[in-house]
């Protein structure tokens, strides 16, 4: 691992909670950038100038989640806090007089199409339609939008991140109470609204063969090694376990690592009134994400957890077997 300054913005999030204690037990100095709970608040944008210049790296992982209904306000709040907070770390690192070498931003494999044809890498990846894929382009182009031509970028493309909590909490849930079986889309009535907004996911893979990348929690810190260590990464990078799977055989071993015998499949009605019920968008399990890590490959990093059902024990704490690192 480098040495020197660390700047994380939004740092009390998911990501930010395993990131900040593994850099600091390291031996990095860390300055956390948050709403509430860190060194320093969003909106002091003195402070933030201030530790940004004469680090050697800022992490950007602010970004109010998705797991919402997408209301007028929640959108324009998730563009907000995504677009805000990084123009605020890009403002900073264009004033300072030492500025990192390294800035490093969250992004989302959802910038991609719906794909259950072919998988998409950076290179030969097309970029979709929709609110979701929006909010990705638009923090892309917050981190890309000025000339910063001391501090090499890279967007971080992550898939769905596996880890002790986050998206497993509630599919845990769900499996034990025997809700666990595969989502399956079909057709849904979309409001004029929702169709203009692109809010309105239409029907695309049907009985759970939509695909299902993911990435273990430490190997997304292991990635933000390996970009420090290697000058060649920049642009965009895809952080997903190599070995995607659908979303059957995603509930299927949900279900297998928690021992749970059955779970009927749950059609798209059952879905949308259950979305509706605890406030988030069934695009979050009906969308086909096929993401491949095609530079992370190329630069030869191992993932400690390539396979889905070693990367759901540890989450769950069920065992700590491993692939070397």
């Given at each position: ?8 913005g ?12 593994r850099l ?58 995504r ?30 199409r ?30 890309f939008?000025r ?11 992550s898939?769905?991140v596996?880890g ?25 009535p ?8 692109g809010t ?11 695909r ?10 292991r ?21 995607p ?19 009927p ?14 406030r988030?968008?069934?695009e979050l399990v ?6 491949l ?7 030869g990093?191992?993932f ?7 990367a759901?024990r540890?989450?769950?704490?069920i065992?700590?077997?491993s692939?070397?690192?």
């Amino acid at each position: 691992m480098s040495t020197g300054r660390v700047v994380v913005g939004g740092s009390t999030g998911f990501m930010g909670r395993y990131l900040v204690p593994r850099l600091r037990a390291a031996g990095r100095e860390v300055v956390t950038i948050s709403r509430h709970g860190a060194d320093i608040p969003w909106g002091d944008q003195d402070a933030v100038d201030r530790a940004i210049d004469g680090a050697t790296l800022v992490v950007g992982l602010a970004g109010k989640s998705v797991n919402c209904r997408y209301t007028p306000a929640n959108r324009a709040e998730i563009v907000r806090s995504r677009t805000e907070t990084t123009d605020a770390l890009g403002s900073a690192i264009a004033r300072a007089s030492n500025p990192p070498t390294l800035w490093i931003n969250s992004s989302t494999a959802t910038i991609y199409r719906h794909a259950d044809d072919r998988p998409m890498t950076e290179s030969t990846g097309e970029i979709g339609s929709g609110f979701s894929v929006e909010v990705a382009k638009s923090w892309e182009n917050a981190l890309f939008a000025r000339d910063l031509p001391a501090t090499r970028r890279v967007a971080l493309r992550s898939a769905i991140v596996l880890g002790d909590g986050g998206v497993l909490g509630p599919l845990r849930r769900l499996a034990r109470l025997g809700l666990g079986g595969p989502q399956y889309d079909g057709p849904w009535p979309a409001s004029a609204a929702r169709r203009e907004a692109g809010t309105a996911h239409l029907p695309g893979s049907r009985r759970g063969t939509q695909r299902f990348s993911w990435v273990h929690i430490d190997d997304v810190a292991r990635i933000i090694d390996l970009l420090e260590e290697t000058p060649s990464l920049e642009g965009p990078v895809n952080a997903a376990s190599p070995h995607p799977v659908d979303n059957v055989e995603f509930m299927a071993t949900v279900r297998r690592v928690l021992g749970v015998g059955f779970g009927p499949p749950l059609p798209r009605w059952t879905l949308e009134l259950g979305a509706i019920g605890i406030r988030t968008e069934t695009e979050l399990v009906l969308k086909s994400r096929w993401v491949l890590p095609e530079k992370l490959l190329d630069a030869g990093f191992r993932f400690r957890f390539p396979t889905l059902e070693d990367a759901l024990r540890d989450s769950f704490g069920i065992t700590t077997t491993s692939s070397a690192a």
